[in-house]
């Protein structure tokens, strides 16, 4: 569905909103396959540059399945991820208020930029991930084809409405949101969207929770699976990504 212009525990900053980790809390070490493959390459692929959520790092099963996911379906040249220094080495802090992760992130998409001239840049996200990667996207001298927000933490942690950066954005926004995503009440994200200045779509995977992960329950009664459901998800973000590559 989607609507053109006009989507054990640690302790958690005060800026950012308890995340539901039990699909991203598991790690483990290599390179996905998928993003092994050898598939034809042009300057026109884009070069996406992908940050994880508050609760894990670039690591963890969830980001390294979409990951790959992300690398098939967009025909990347490269799927970067990274881990904002607050996580990385295996650290387990808190992390910080999303602005304060910009300046480190900003450098990793000007590193990338710089190791593929001329490819397209796309944005993504997991939760708190995608908020900074809208603030990026809305920082000067820095060219964006589109924004994929996977989960984003539109309610703070005290229940508020985080829409500013989404307001002040002109670069595409696909959002896609679990139905059952308690960061991110679709009612209140639709609200956001009629009210944004950027082109943007949101596919919702029904009875998802912040990480799409889908109960049996409903899995039963639809008669379809999580990988069914999260490969609709990467195609719809396929199409609506190619309708704004540019070069960066």
Known sequence: ????????????????????????????????EDTENPVEKSDKCPVVVFAHGA??????????????????????????TFDYPYIAGGKRRAPPKAEKLVDFHRDIVEKTLAKYPGHPLVLAGKSMGSRVSCMVAGEKDITVSAVVC???PLKGAKGAVRDEILLQLKVPV?????????????????????????NNALHVIEGGDHSFKIGKKHLQSTGTNQEE??????????????????EG
């Open 174 to 198: 696909m959002f896609v949101q679990g139905s059952k995503d308690g960061l991110c009440p679709l009612e209140k994200l639709e609200a956001v969207r009629k009210k944004m200045n950027s």
């Open 55 to 80: 609760g894990a790092p670039s690591s963890s099963d969830w980001m390294v399945r979409w990951k790959g996911m992300l690398a098939k379906a967009l025909n990347a040249i490269e799927v970067v």
């Open 229 to 246: 459901a999260e490969d609709v998800a990467v195609q719809a973000i396929a199409k609506f990504v190619s309708n704004y590559l540019k």
């Open 1 to 32: 569905m989607a609507r053109k212009r006009g989507s054990k525990r640690r302790r958690i900053s005060q800026d950012e909103p308890k995340e539901e980790e039990e699909e991203e809390g598991r790690t483990r070490g290599g390179v996905d």
């Open 150 to 152: 996977l989960g984003y």
